[in-house]
């Protein structure tokens, strides 16, 4: 069965440092991974996808996230915090084997310091 | 542009009453998704539908109703059965049923007890 574990409900950086969100999956079988962003009374916006092409993907606005599928993760990371990147992100997982049902993290909620 | 869009935005529900949330796409998309999402628990499914005239329960339908009488709407009705409904209602849709593709929402619909 699939399942996606986000460690740590909040992150919080200062502005110009680095941003790290960590994301480990579980799937027996090659999986496609999300990242999605959500900005107060919001709907999700889709940062970026992994579907078994290059295993370092860039997203929009400067982030990007890297599978590794030994250490079953996709974190997504941006080299420089920007105040606009306050928001929550979640990370997804779907397979063929979940009939490509979409499995939602719990969510990191990302607060930027001046 | 196309999109999804969902109404209401704010929602209140007297005891006792059934409610409607609306959700129309314009993005030909073949599937369409109810979420109920809650503080620090992600994205929880509530009611999935991959064609016309065809949905299944998520995990967690008991309370709520649905239809897809046309591909381009699914609304979700909120029923008395459901005892604890205050929650931010997301509708998505994807490009067919069966896909590796991401999800695109709406911007939600936030409803609350009287």
């Known amino acids: 069965a699939q399942s996606v574990t986000q460690l740590g409900s909040h992150v919080s950086v200062s502005e110009g440092a680095l941003v790290l969100l960590r994301c480990n999956y579980s799937?027996?079988?090659?999986?496609?991974l999300f990242w999605y962003v959500q900005y107060p009374n919001q709907g999700l916006q889709l940062l970026l996808k992994y579907t078994s092409a290059a295993t370092l993907v860039k997203g929009i606005n400067g982030f990007e996230a890297e599978f590794k599928k030994s250490e079953t993760s996709f974190h997504l990371t941006k080299p420089s915090a920007h105040m606009s990147d306050a928001a929550e992100y979640f990370c997804a997982v779907s397979d063929l084997g979940g009939g490509f049902k979409t499995i939602f993290g719990a969510g990191t909620r990302l607060f930027v310091k001046a | 542009d196309g999109g999804i869009t969902q109404s209401p935005k704010y929602l209140f529900r007297k005891e006792g009453q059934n409610v409607t949330l609306s959700c129309e796409q314009n993005l030909n998309h073949d599937a369409m998704y109810w979420y109920r999402q809650d503080p620090g628990q992600g994205l929880r499914l509530i009611y999935y539908?991959?064609?016309?005239?065809?949905?299944q329960k998520g995990d967690i339908a008991e309370g709520y109703s649905v239809s897809r009488e046309k591909k381009e709407s699914f609304p979700l009705t909120v029923t008395s059965a459901q005892k604890n409904p205050t929650a931010f209602y997301l509708c998505?849709?994807?490009?067919?049923?069966?896909?590796?593709?991401?999800?695109?929402f709406g911007d939600g619909t936030r409803l609350s007890i009287l």
């Open positions: 539908s991959q064609i016309v005239n065809d949905f």
């Open positions: 998505a849709s994807r490009t067919g049923g069966y896909s590796n593709q991401p999800q695109h």
């Open positions: 799937s027996s079988v090659p999986p496609y």
